[in-house]
């Protein structure tokens, strides 16, 4: 299973891929690199890394990035990576993300939706009943792009979006998406410390989220409370 | 021809992206040089129209209500509170405090302006002035 945990509205994703790379004690397994990425490198522990890389452990692949894709590179990226995928023969993506809404500090329980084409293949291991469908909606930035790809490839994908803080790291969003999702045994992790550690998650990550923001103001990301005007 | 078009556009649209890019970078320099300077934390907040008037929210992670210092300064509010992250302690070699200047929208009621906080969340919520003069739609 291949995981897309790219950073996004809330940087949903990101904090549970984090959440999953650390409680699996998943291992880097390949280093993604690209000449249109801005010239940055994360130094740990004496090494240097790039800042977007690939966990694994068993059948699981986690992707996450130090840095937002830039806007005009998330079509080309998208697609080279899910030609990736395809090749590698994953049985699915599972790809997270967050759903802006100014009602969000309202709620202790984000609501979870989501978008698949295999309906099929997902409903034997998450119960979808309890997520609410993406209706009639726009989905912006590089979880845009990436999932048009896989769907185009006929991978069987799951998007998954939980009602998030705009612009602030949400890592209640991203327990709540991880809870809807622990029935899949390779997303299976306690979210006890996620939820633990929220409030220290919200601090390491907020210059990221700043960058993101940023990011996603370029790719038009308001456009996601906007709704669709024709029916194609 | 059409095809001259759509390169020419592209590249300019990059050159856009890029000048953003930029001035984005450069504002975000001058934050952490004045966070580091100040021994502080910019929080991120956000600001919103409201029906009555706006809402500001201030993320500000472990913080409780009684630690937090708002002061009211006419067109602006300074937000003061101690920060307990043990990273940014870690990453700036000593103790820091979440420290913001809110620019209020013009036409507050000042007197209307309330605070609440909740999980970390600081929200001031305030209502427009009221007055002005209805117009007669003919």
Request: aromatic letters at 10%; glycine letters at 8%.
């Given at each position: 299973?291949?995981?897309?945990?790219?950073?996004?509205?809330?940087?949903?994703?990101?904090?549970?891929?984090?959440?999953?790379?650390?409680?699996?004690?998943?291992t880097l397994s390949t280093r993604i690199d690209s000449d249109l990425l801005p010239p940055v490198a994360v130094v740990k522990n004496m090494d240097l890394l790039e800042p977007m890389a690939l966990y694994r452990s068993g059948d699981l692949s986690v992707l996450t990035s130090e840095v937002p894709i830039p806007t005009e590179i998330a079509k080309p990226f998208a697609?080279?990576?899910?030609?990736?995928?395809?090749?590698?023969?994953?049985?699915?993506?599972?790809?997270?993300?967050?759903?802006?809404?100014?009602?969000?500090?309202?709620?202790?329980?984000?609501?979870?939706?989501?978008?698949?084409?295999?309906?099929?293949?997902?409903?034997?291991?998450?119960d979808l009943s309890k997520l609410k469908p993406l209706g009639s909606a726009f989905?912006?930035?590089?979880?845009?792009?990436?999932?048009?790809?896989?769907?185009?490839?006929?991978?069987?994908?799951?998007?998954?979006?939980?009602?998030?803080?705009?612009n602030y790291p949400d890592p209640g969003a991203s327990a709540s998406a991880l809870g809807a999702l622990s029935s899949m045994k390779e997303l299976k992790v306690d979210l006890t410390e996620l939820v633990k550690s929220g409030e220290e998650m919200r601090v390491r990550f907020r210059d990221l989220m700043r960058r993101t923001t940023g990011e996603m103001e370029r790719a038009q990301k308001s456009r996601e409370l906007e709704s669709p005007s024709l029916v194609v | 021809m059409s095809f001259w078009l759509l390169d020419e556009s592209n590249d300019r649209f990059r050159k856009m992206m890029a000048e953003a890019r930029r001035m984005e970078d450069r504002t975000l320099r001058a934050l952490k040089e004045f966070?580091?300077?100040?021994?502080?934390?910019?929080?991120?907040?956000?600001?919103?129209?409201?029906?009555?008037?706006?809402?500001?929210?201030?993320?500000?992670?472990?913080?409780?209500?009684?630690?937090?210092?708002?002061?009211?300064?006419?067109?602006?509010?300074?937000?003061?509170?101690?920060c307990v992250s043990e990273a940014e302690k870690k990453r700036q070699g000593r103790k820091v405090r979440y420290f913001i200047d809110l620019a209020l929208p013009r036409g507050m009621d000042e007197k209307s302006i309330k605070a609440s906080m909740k999980g970390g969340l600081l929200r001031i919520d305030m209502k427009k002035a009221v007055g002005g003069r209805q117009l007669k739609i003919e």
């Open positions: 299973m291949f995981f897309d945990g790219m950073p996004d509205t809330g940087l949903v994703g990101t904090i549970a891929a984090q959440h999953i790379v650390a409680s699996k004690n998943m697609k080279e990576l899910v030609g990736w995928i395809s090749g590698k023969k994953f049985r699915a993506v599972i790809s997270l993300g967050g759903v802006a809404d100014p009602k969000r500090p309202e709620t202790d329980n984000p609501e979870v939706l989501y978008v698949t084409n295999a309906a099929k293949v997902f409903s034997s291991e998450v989905l912006v930035g590089f979880k845009a792009a990436f999932l048009l790809e896989c769907f185009r490839a006929q991978v069987p994908t799951l998007g998954v979006f939980a009602q998030s803080f705009p | 966070e580091h300077a100040q021994g502080c934390m910019v929080p991120l907040y956000e600001l919103r129209a409201t029906p009555e008037g706006y809402t500001i929210t201030v993320d500000m992670p472990g913080v409780k209500k009684d630690e937090v210092t708002l002061l009211f300064q006419g067109d602006y509010i300074a937000v003061t509170a101690p």
